[in-house]
Nanobody, 131 residues
Framework: QVQLVESGGGLVQAGGSLRLSCAAS????????MGWFRQAPGKEHDFVAA????????YYADSVKGRFTISRDKVKNTIYLQMNSLKPEDTALYYC????????????????????????WGQGTQVTVSS
């Protein structure tokens, strides 16, 4: 069992920055790929970013590429999502998720963009970007 707790959400003006954190506890964190998804009211879970088990491969949705950066700290069992140049359309509830896999590179790309592939989910943290 893996427990995930997100933090760092809040209200920010367009053009601002936020850093989300997702602290993991339970089973061996290093064997899990991690992802960030977001859900706006009335919409599905949308893929935002993912990082493989080693941290050597990262993946981004086109809508956030160049603005968001995902990273992981193996010592702290935490992943981060640095969000810069925020836009009102980034407003959503942001979730982190964990998937047990040792994939890397192109072998991860398709899988980690799919919400149903993940084994564990956090409760979410709200990000609101005002115009």
């Amino acid at each position: 069992q893996v427990q995930l707790v997100e933090s760092g959400g809040g209200l920010v003006q367009a053009g601002g920055s936020l850093r989300l954190s997702c602290a993991a506890s339970g089973r061996t964190f290093s064997s899990y790929a991690m992802g960030w998804f977001r859900q706006a009211p009335g919409k599905e879970h949308d893929f935002v970013a993912a990082i493989n088990w080693s941290g050597g491969s990262t993946y981004y949705a086109d809508s956030v590429k160049g603005r968001f950066t995902i990273s992981r700290d193996k010592v702290k069992n935490t992943i981060y999502l640095q969000m810069n140049s925020l836009k009102p359309e980034d407003t959503a509830l942001y979730y982190c998720a964990a998937k047990s896999t040792y994939c890397s590179g192109y072998g991860c790309d398709g899988i980690l963009r799919l919400s149903y592939e993940y084994d564990y989910w956090g409760q979410g943290t709200q990000v609101t970007v005002s115009s």
